[in-house]
T-cell receptor, first 114, second 115 residues
Framework: EPEVTQTPSHQVTQMGQEVILRCVPI?????FYWYRQILGQKVEFLVS????????KSEIFDDQFSVERPDGSNFTLKIRSTKLEDSAMYFC????????????FGQGTRLTVV | AQSVSQHNHHVILSEAASLELGCNYS??????LFWYVQYPGQHLQLLLK??????LVKGIKGFEAEFIKSKFSFNLRKPSVQWSDTAEYFC?????????????FGRGTSLIVHP
């Protein structure tokens, strides 16, 4: 069964450092997403990406965040200067016809900012 | 803005008990509805989805959900749970916003099934 792969599974970083979270979506999918889940809270939408550009983003996705599809297979989320409150589980997802068709989620990357 | 409410935050059941997890959403127009499951240490997986047609949707592992438009609800059910159903369950709603969909998740319900 195809799956979305995320690396690393756990990242610890110091406040103010830049982090890049990596995702390999399912190969024939065209829509890509990042979500996050702060411990004990709900899953929050961050951004969607289609046709090499951001199609939707939430209020959480401010100038500190960026996404990229550098090589046609990876889909990355960069946080420029991490804050303590960025500590969360970050999920990548992909789908072939937009989220209206349900998405495949990765295992998640647990980001801990200290 | 649309919102999704899952009223049961923690549910504890014994094996063979019946399960119903509530989900209500606030958007009044056409929506797509989903239930996702997250087993301990694993990724989010799609359990079932509703787009249109028969409001009773059957998913994997014996789960089903019923869309009741008048109640803005999409409750998840399973007649007889197993220990392996222990997981976090998330209801999600896609509703149109401009030209695309804004996906919104509920807070999640933690289900523990005792053997």
């Amino acid at each position: 069964e195809p799956e979305v792969t995320q690396t690393p599974s756990h990242q610890v970083t110091q406040m103010g450092q830049e982090v890049i979270l990596r995702c390999v979506p399912i190969s024939n999918h065209l829509y890509f997403y990042w979500y996050r889940q702060i411990l004990g809270q709900k899953v929050e939408f961050l951004v969607s990406f289609y046709n090499n550009e951001i199609s939707e983003k939430s209020e959480i996705f401010d100038d500190q965040f960026s996404v990229e599809r550098p090589d046609g297979s990876n889909f990355t989320l960069k946080i420029r200067s991490t804050k303590l409150e960025d500590s969360a589980m970050y999920f990548c997802a992909s789908s072939d016809r937009g989220l209206g068709d349900g998405a495949f989620f990765g295992q998640g990357t647990r980001l801990t900012v200290v | 803005a649309q919102s999704v409410s899952q009223h049961n935050h923690h549910v504890i059941l014994s094996e063979a008990a019946s399960l119903e997890l509530g989900c209500n959403y606030s958007y009044g127009g056409t929506v797509n509805l989903f239930w996702y499951v997250q087993y301990p240490g694993q990724h989010l997986q799609l359990l079932l989805k509703y787009f249109s047609g028969d409001p009773l949707v059957k998913g994997i592992k014996g789960f089903e959900a019923e869309f009741i438009k008048s109640k803005f609800s999409f409750n998840l059910r399973k007649p007889s749970v197993q220990w392996s159903d222990t997981a976090e369950y998330f209801c999600a709603v896609n509703a149109p916003s401009g030209g695309s969909y804004i996906p919104t998740f509920g807070r999640g319900t933690s289900l523990i099934v005792h053997p």
